[in-house]
């Protein structure tokens, strides 16, 4: 009568390919991708640059103060404080920020102070 034909046992499906995929997938992906700076900050690092001339010009940096020479100011009266204690904008400004202060206070303080043109920037620790 009928025939049928004998039952065979199913397979697995083998995964090496779909890992051979994965893996060309992640060196492709870490290839294609840049590694590189978003930002940085023009700091002058362990005595770099320029030799520090004429008045005193220590931006102190704390979480929620900032002082310049000892003096509370905001962060647009140190802008314009600024430009009475030096003789151009390349003048050496030093910032130094407390264990209060996050880095990005600092970021910020040192970004305000780079878009109003100085250039010369010191941190001490």
Known sequence: MFSFPTPRRSRRASLTPMIDVVFLL?????????????????????????????????????????????????????????PQMMSSPQDMIVIQPDDTASLQRLVIVADHLAAAGYSQIAMVE
């Open 26 to 82: 992640l060196v492709f992906f870490m290839l294609a991708s840049q590694f590189g700076k978003d930002a940085s900050l023009p700091l002058i690092v362990g005595g770099e640059g320029a030799a520090y001339e004429g008045q005193p010009r220590l931006v102190q940096i704390s979480a929620d103060t900032l002082r310049l020479n000892g003096v509370v100011v905001t962060l647009d009266g140190l802008v314009d404080a600024l």
